[in-house]
């Protein structure tokens, strides 16, 4: 695993803060992470993306704290909320859920947190890129990365892995005892609203981590499918620790139309 870039940055970022907080998020207003848009050229050739079996799956809102494949019964309920939240694309709903930061350079290691080459501190939501490198945004910039990470599927959207609508892949388990986080890895195929450019395939994880016995999104890690393949040899098992377990009863289906499933009420949660 060691070989794998991705992994470590998604495990232990920053250790001593880990320990007390755990949470990182999106670019800021000098920095702009390593995530491209689609349409958007990544600067790195790749080949295409290969056809893989993702297993089991669910992009109906359907989620319960019963069928999550982790035996934590707290980070389970919030973690079937997030993947309601996700599949009925509920942005604010994820904001909810997501935990501020407030965190001084000196602490961090500045080569995954390009922001501190000009700050002192680095307050905000956390959301890391392909690369391993986290940016931590305002309350407000957070907001409009989640409108667009969470709400801008793209109906007409297909490839080999089914259509645009969000599939909740499973949960992917990170360590163990009380420094223990767990990603909801998903993909979706996402189109900028205001661009004439084509949409293309997202892949990314909330990662939940525990605070003060609180559950809550420490971190929000995504880029294309595309981007993920260049440091990870089958990003759909190794992307944050692997070993991705599907919710039980999940539907094998990648995309039964949204349409066709009753959502399961979204509880309201105070925002941070």
Request: aromatic residues 8%; charged residues 20%; glycine residues 10%.
């Amino acid at each position: 695993m060691a070989s794998n870039p991705y992994v470590p940055a998604v495990r232990r970022p920053v250790p001593a803060l880990l320990a007390l907080s755990a949470a990182i998020s999106l670019a800021g207003c000098a920095y702009e992470p390593e995530i491209e848009r689609p349409g958007a050229a990544s600067g790195d050739s790749a080949p295409p993306a290969p056809a893989a079996s993702t297993g089991p799956v669910s992009s109906a809102p359907t989620f319960t704290p019963d069928g999550c494949p982790v035996d934590d019964p707290a980070m389970c309920e919030q973690a079937a909320f997030l993947a309601n939240a996700l599949v009925l694309s509920e942005s604010d709903a994820v904001f909810d859920l997501s935990r501020r930061v407030s965190w001084s350079c000196d602490e961090l290691q500045r080569e995954l947190f390009p922001q501190c080459e000009d700050r002192a501190r680095l307050a905000g939501y956390v959301i890391g890129n392909h690369r391993g490198e986290f940016f931590v945004d305002t309350p407000a910039d957070y907001r409009g990365a989640l409108g667009f990470f969470v709400e801008a599927v793209d109906e007409e959207y297909s490839d080999e892995l089914g259509g645009p609508q969000m599939q909740i892949l499973g949960i992917s388990s990170c360590g163990e005892g009380p420094g223990a986080s767990y990603h909801v890895v998903y993909l979706v195929g996402l189109g900028d609203p205001e661009s004439t450019l084509p949409a293309d395939r997202f892949l990314g994880t909330y990662e939940l981590t525990k605070a003060k016995g609180e559950w809550a999104v420490g971190a929000t890690y995504v880029g294309l499918l595309t981007d993920w393949e260049l440091v990870l040899d089958d990003p759909l098992t190794e992307i944050a620790c692997g070993d991705i377990l599907p919710w039980v009863g999940a539907a094998a289906n990648l995309n039964p139309p949204q349409s066709e499933s009753q959502p399961t009420p979204i509880p309201a949660t105070g925002s941070s």
